[in-house]
């Protein structure tokens, strides 16, 4: 009977952990999830993951408006390995329940969008990598380039035109 009670606690903590990770999902506004999107089709994609891996928590987000439907953004995020292996169709996390035995992923995106949609000029500047791995100098490094990513309009806006 205590394994059963037991069993039924753990299964809860899950459950509600990968409830959390949806809702917290969902709650972004359609130019962030989209780049999650880009960040989980990046990491998935790569041959030595084995488990997918699903969004897990914001830590950080920004957004430029530069005007004329131009919006540059910056998000860190969490995404944590689920127990579904790598080719799981329509894999979320009601489906997949998060593993905890493997260090979260801390990502770092940033990217320009117009009227919602991600730009390729300037490509999208996507980091991720190990949380036990990430240092405040590859920190640094990160928000430093977004940064200039997101200064690099170099076109005059609608603005600055004179009348003749």
């Given at each position: 009977m205590a394994v059963f009670l037991l069993f039924v606690l753990v299964s809860a903590g899950v459950f509600l952990g990968t409830s959390e990770a949806q809702e917290d999902l969902n709650k972004?506004?359609?130019?962030?999830?989209?780049?999650?999107?880009?960040a989980v089709?990046?990491?998935?994609?790569h041959q030595s993951i084995k488990s997918v891996f699903l969004f897990f928590k914001s830590?950080?987000?920004?957004?430029?408006?530069?005007?004329?439907?131009?919006n540059y953004l910056y998000h860190r995020f969490y995404l944590k390995a689920t127990r579904?292996?790598?080719g799981t169709a329509n894999a979320n996390p009601t489906k997949c329940a998060f593993r905890n035995d493997r260090p979260l992923i801390d990502c770092g995106i940033c990217y320009k969008t117009f009227h919602g949609e991600i730009q390729s000029e300037p490509k999208p500047y996507v980091h991720c990598i190990h949380?036990?791995?990430l240092t405040q100098e590859l920190l640094k490094t990160r928000v430093e380039h977004c940064k200039q990513m997101s200064y690099a309009n170099g076109s005059?806006?609608?603005?600055?035109?004179?009348k003749p």
């Open positions: 972004l506004s359609g130019n962030y999830r989209k780049g999650v999107e880009l089709e990046q990491i998935n994609s830590l950080d987000k920004s957004d430029l408006d530069g005007g004329f439907g131009v579904c292996p790598k949380k036990p791995q005059p806006s609608l603005l600055a035109a004179r």
